[in-house]
């Protein structure tokens, strides 16, 4: 601490909308409280030197040479990813129950009665909506398709997606589209997040199929910028702040 305020470092990425709002987040917090001063931390500001000056951290940790880095310094860490628990290490996520529950709910309340459902395979989050929206809509006796990323596409949801995930396509694009092509008409799909939904937009255009008359998409986060870009546009839950 110096000067009596506390030197929190925040690394969070700002590329999506849960990221920017987020940062939005934690700044409102450390106003409110008025003892914090908060530092936005680059990839060039991780070395043991900068890091140990300071109280404490709120990261997004994707990886675990990232966490290790973090917990050498002795300080307080609070993980607002939470990829996997990490001991002595607080953390603040996303309830991805509610979230799909939520979704679940907004399309039965339509009278919906074929559903879908469309994320990354062993992705945390992903994996986390997608068991929770097939076991909502499972309780009132629906079923639900759910893709299934292939394993040439695997890809761990880490700073390497962050960075080289494309928004119009992905790296298995020529299968989502296979199985987009196959889903019966006015189907509910529900996506893992924009970025997922938008891909599935691009590619129900070249195959012919109408969203919303053939195929009603729902995403997460309410990124207004990349959902206005849709044509339609893009129907979102927004996560609280």
């Given at each position: 601490m110096t000067d009596g305020l506390y030197q929190v470092g925040l690394l969070a990425e700002r590329t999506r909308a849960y990221g920017r709002q987020l940062c939005e987040g934690v700044a409102s917090y450390a106003a409110e409280r008025g003892d914090w001063t908060l530092t936005p931390l680059e990839m060039d500001d991780l070395v043991p030197a900068k890091l140990k000056r300071m109280d404490g951290f709120i990261v997004r940790p994707m990886d675990d040479a990232l966490a290790r880095l973090f917990i050498g310094t002795g300080k307080p860490i609070v993980d607002v990813f939470?990829?996997?628990?990490?001991?002595?290490?607080?953390?603040?996520?996303?309830?991805?129950?509610?979230?799909?529950?939520?979704?679940?709910?907004?399309?039965?309340?339509?009278?919906?009665?074929?559903?879908?459902?469309?994320?990354?395979?062993?992705?945390?989050?992903?994996?986390?909506?997608?068991?929770?929206?097939?076991?909502?809509?499972?309780?009132?006796?629906?079923?639900?398709?759910?893709?299934?990323?292939?394993?040439?596409?695997?890809?761990?949801?880490?700073?390497?997606?962050?960075?080289?995930?494309?928004?119009?396509?992905?790296?298995?694009?020529?299968?989502?589209?296979?199985?987009?092509?196959?889903?019966?008409?006015?189907?509910?799909?529900?996506?893992?997040?924009?970025?997922?939904?938008?891909?599935?937009?691009?590619?129900?255009?070249?195959?012919?199929?109408?969203?919303?008359?053939?195929?009603?998409?729902l995403g997460v986060d309410n990124d207004t910028l990349l959902c206005s870009f849709a044509s339609p546009m893009i129907s979102s839950i927004e996560i609280g702040r």
């Open positions: 939470y990829r996997k628990p990490i001991p002595g290490v607080g953390v603040v996520d996303t309830n991805h129950v509610e979230v799909a529950h939520f979704a679940a709910e907004h399309f039965l309340a339509r009278h919906f009665t074929s559903f879908a459902y469309c994320g990354y395979d062993g992705v945390r989050f992903s994996d986390t909506r997608r068991e929770a929206f097939v076991q909502t809509l499972a309780r009132r006796a629906f079923d639900c398709t759910c893709y299934m990323t292939p394993a040439s596409a695997m890809r761990r949801f880490d700073d390497d997606i962050i960075r080289h995930e494309r928004i119009s396509a992905d790296a298995d694009n020529a299968a989502l589209k296979k199985w987009l092509s196959r889903l019966p008409p006015h189907t509910a799909l529900f996506c893992c997040h924009d970025r997922r939904a938008y891909q599935v937009l691009r590619l129900c255009r070249t195959l012919g199929i109408r969203v919303p008359q053939d195929l009603a998409i």
